[in-house]
Nanobody
Framework: QMRLVESGGGSVQAGGSLRLSCAAS????????MAWFRQIPGKEREEVAV??????????DYADSVKGRFTISRDDTKKTLDLQMNSLKPEDTAMYYC??????????????????WGQGTQVTVSS
């Protein structure tokens, strides 16, 4: 069974850091593009960061709102996806979701088609 499980959310003050992790199982992780999305209640889910297939070099792409502050990374041996979030702002407050895009993915912001989602982890940044 294909599954994604996020962890690492929490509360932090503005300017602080958090690291999110996503554990994958049930599929050939290295051949999937992976991404982090976030969603605020009442708004559409927003693409935050995308990383290409591990067997294509795992290049990363970011939304303009997080460029220079967030870093997406993958460990294909451990089948994990991480999101290091630095210089957090109150507007980063959201539920964060890990997602997978099958092997025919392009691995860039705007092209990601999520076919598998995690349950989400809450990030709250206070001013």
């Amino acid at each position: 069974q294909m599954r994604l499980v996020e962890s690492g959310g929490g509360s932090v003050q503005a300017g602080g850091s958090l690291r999110l992790s996503c554990a994958a199982s049930g599929f050939t992780f290295v051949t999937y593009c992976m991404a982090w999305f976030r969603q605020i209640p009442g708004k559409e889910r927003e693409e935050v960061a995308v990383i290409n297939r591990g067997d294509r070099g795992g290049s990363a792409d970011y939304a303009d709102s997080v460029k220079g502050r967030f870093t997406i990374s993958r460990d294909d041996t451990k089948k994990t996806l991480d999101l290091q979030m630095n210089s957090l702002k109150p507007e980063d407050t959201a539920m964060y979701y890990c997602a997978a895009d099958p092997p025919n993915c392009r691995g860039t912001i705007g092209s990601f088609i999520a076919t598998l989602w995690g349950q989400g982890t809450q990030v709250t940044v206070s001013s």
